[in-house]
């Protein structure tokens, strides 16, 4: 199963894709601005069978702002796509993306945070 994840923002949208096994996670460029429409084209140009939406909790596991945004974006998604749309907690995925970088990875900042995202759903869901 292909997996499209997306670290939304409200200015950009990093976005990561598994390969067709679940197993490993690749980041591409980010969407700016974060369109519900170019992500249904990245979708279906990439055979994704199932999106999932970052959930920005705190530390404590609380809602914010940007939580309420999220949920709307994938809302939005769920109702635009053919493929099942879920959620998945995103805590500490910029802190790892920060240290992806420090140690040479090249993607957008935002597209890494999508690929620990993704790499943690698909560890959940193995």
């Not at 990439?46 to 309420?68: E, N």
């Not at 769920?78 to 805590?91: S, W």
């Amino acid at each position: 199963m292909r997996v499209l994840a997306l670290d939304y923002g409200t200015a950009r949208c990093g976005c990561a894709i598994s390969d067709p096994t679940g197993t490993l996670a690749r980041p591409l460029p980010a969407l700016e601005p974060p369109d519900p429409v170019a992500v249904a084209r990245l979708v279906a140009d990439s055979d994704a069978d199932r999106v999932v939406v970052g959930l920005p909790l705190s530390l404590r596991g609380d809602d914010s702002a940007q939580t309420t945004l999220s949920r709307e974006f994938a809302a939005e998604l769920g109702e635009l796509l053919d493929v099942p749309v879920d959620t998945y907690d995103e805590r500490l995925t910029t802190t790892m993306a920060d240290r992806s970088a420090r140690e040479g990875a090249s993607a957008d900042p935002d597209s890494l945070a999508a690929a620990h995202l993704l790499e943690s759903y698909l560890s959940r869901h193995a």
